[in-house]
């Protein structure tokens, strides 16, 4: 474990690396580069029982997306520029100044890596880009579930400067707590992410904190879906809540189907893939989970070591809500058969925040119109004959949502969208342009809005 | 007092008027309308003890304000449109499926007015008008400076259904802490602040809040400046800090001068205005606040009932900084003369975050570039050769800064992207286009990132 000393050492080192700035362009190119050469399958392996495959395809996405980020940087599309040139004549009441406006790093970041994510959301998984690419130094505490990984890629990287790695929750707690970090990110459980929420308000500076936490992932499949593909949706919907062995954030948990189709006999039909769990205390937790779902009026449809999957229906659910809506992270789906339409809508009007919110249905109708324009209001995410597992990254990602989804329901934790959480603006006033950052001056080539309107350099960003 | 059912009530009505949705642009419009033809002057002056001529100015702005955000609006700029389309080769290791994202209202925010800006900051200030072009009603807690003027605002514009007024702390504690309110705006002290904050974050649901809390808004005088218009500064700082009977959150508190410059006995040379405090408790906290600055080492230039300035130097400063630097609400200015430019680095190092920070010089120079980026990592607004009172509403002001001049660095609450604090992305997975929101279909008007890149129609976005 990581002393506090060392703790604080290393938010210290954080903080005077922010101060003088680095590239970080070529910081991200040289994590994606050393990820790809060095030999880290085998550990992850062993310490995540995760299987090759998978990991190599983490792999892939999380060099990908460091990648993406450099891209990002290299426009400046990320720096919000704003430019308003002075107006004596605005309308306001009083002339208008010179106003420059450009985000800025916001200094040292805390990561808290994710169990299920040992590359993704790993050492140098999504947070840790996004906040390189702001331009903010990083200390990541490592996850229990893969220390000899996190401290293998920690030492990959360690010459850039720009990334340490603690172990411990003593450590976290001293990080986060430190004057100089500015911000924390998190992927986990509500409660270790409440906790960790609290620390960050807590403090006599109260800094943010991203944790990205819990979500059932409804799924409502519409008559007319159900009628029509009952089989095809069964294996698809076994294909998401089993991939990972149920252990991803955006598994769907429930799915909500219309009393009388097939879909619940071609569950219970189907062979499931049994996989291990990340850990045996992860496996506990589940079992416990499943356990705890209510017996009364719940069919089993599939039961055993692996994946479960219950049955019951909607008026059960709508009577013991709080019961049968609890993220229960493993293999494991509830099944539940409506009757009406409009108790699907009063459903999901009682949803605490989503991840995601999925809809299978072949045509739209009125009443999944009404479905959707609620669910809105409920999820980041919203899903159309797609499954909620895999999620890319892309510029308009979204992978956050309304508590207890996320702790900031205006962030998201995967796209490039997510630099923006370790970004704050500063605006200049009258400044001669020598004195600018040169993402504000005349010639500069940065998207941005100039008096109100998109300049031409706008059109230079793509990927 | 409101009672806190009827605050209950008030904030259940705000939910589903949300849920509705309501046009943003016909009600910023509607109110601007009101404000202008309504009477409200009277009450203002007489509540306030500000004179009429400001109040005038105040609504000017506050009109203007609730415009340009209704032009805004239109656009659809701030609704940060990002479109990414399918793409089976996109090289993350899996198919891009399309994505489309967009920002929507948070839900019901309560807004806790200013007591010095009764307009720009009250009832239909800049935090109601931010909300509301959001798409999120408000509850505003009236400030117990004016509740005549908040009540009468309030029943302006009743009939809208998108504001109600409500009073008493009691009240606005029950408002923020209501399951069904999503975001709090402050603008007050730091203490105040600070409870509210804590009141938000520690919800079972926390929800963002966004205070606009304290500032001493420093000002650097350069040598060069210091002795080529040692006059000019002194008649534009008692301007400056003056303004409002110092009663502006951007009031310059701190004057630091070069040792030996004419500045100090200029200042102690000018007749400065004296106006009445917005209320007796105010004035109290003002002649407190100048009373606790410790005397050692410290000169009287100005005395009296009105403005006071005191004087005193860097390394006395240096020793006991936190007393030297704390913000005094009202029209009290402590110079500050240095010897070492190094010194003035090293303040500046020390400071907490400011809304501004001023720098007032004839040419740039390597101190000087080095101070701008201390002070760029300490405030929200930079100014050169401007002085810091008067913010001007436009598209790239920033009004916030790092605790305690905010409780949320990353967020402004002057200016058109104060929108941003009540929006909240949602993104849609391969949508059939009828079921999309309009701004996300094919033909969007709205500015837009498509496929990485921003479109044409970014380019039809101007005021």
Known sequence: MTSVEEVHAAVEAADRVWQDGFDPVGVLRAIADR?????????????????????????????????????????????????????????????????RRVLQPVGPVVVFPAGNFPFA?????????SALAAGCPVVVKAHPGYPELSDLTGELVRDLGVVTVV??????????????????????????GRALFDLAAGRPEPIPFYGELGSVNPV???RDAAGSRARRIA?????????????????????LVPEGCAIPQELASLELPVAPMLSERIS??????????????VTELVVGDGPVVLLTDLRRVLGDFEAFTRECFGPFLLVVTYAEDAEVV??????????????????????????????????????????PTGVSVTHAQHHGGPWPATTAAGSTSVGTAAVERFLRPVAYQNFPSDLLPGVLRDDTRAPALVDGRFTEGALTMRW
Chains 1, 2 share one sequence.
Request: net charge negative.
């Open 35 to 99: 990820l790809e050469t060095a030999d880290l399958l085998g550990v992850a392996e062993r310490e995540t029982r995760l299987p090759a495959s998978r990991l190599r395809g983490e792999l892939t996405r999380t060099t990908f997306q460091l990648r993406l980020f450099a891209e990002l940087v290299e426009t400046g599309a990320h720096l919000g520029v704003r430019i308003d040139r002075a107006d004596p004549d605005w309308p306001m009441g009083a002339p208008r100044p010179d106003l």
């Open 121 to 129: 959301f790993g050492v140098a998984g999504g947070d840790t880009a």
């Open 167 to 192: 172990h411990g929750e003593e450590a976290g707690r001293a990080a986060l707590t430190h004057p100089l970090v500015k911000a924390g990110a998190f992927t986990g459980s509500v409660r270790g």
């Open 220 to 222: 409502f499949v519409a």
């Open 235 to 255: 294996e698809e919907a076994v294909a998401s809540f089993t991939t990972g062995a149920g252990q991803l954030c955006t598994k769907p948990g429930l799915l």
């Open 284 to 297: 506990e937790g589940y079992r416990d989970a499943v356990a705890s779902v209510p017996g009364d009026g």
């Open 346 to 387: 009063e459903f999901a009007r009682r949803l605490e925040g989503q991840l995601t919110a999925t809809v299978i249905a072949d045509e739209p109708s009125g009443w999944v119109e009404e479905l959707v324009r609620v669910l809105a209001r409920r999820a980041g995410r919203l899903l159309w004959n797609q499954w």
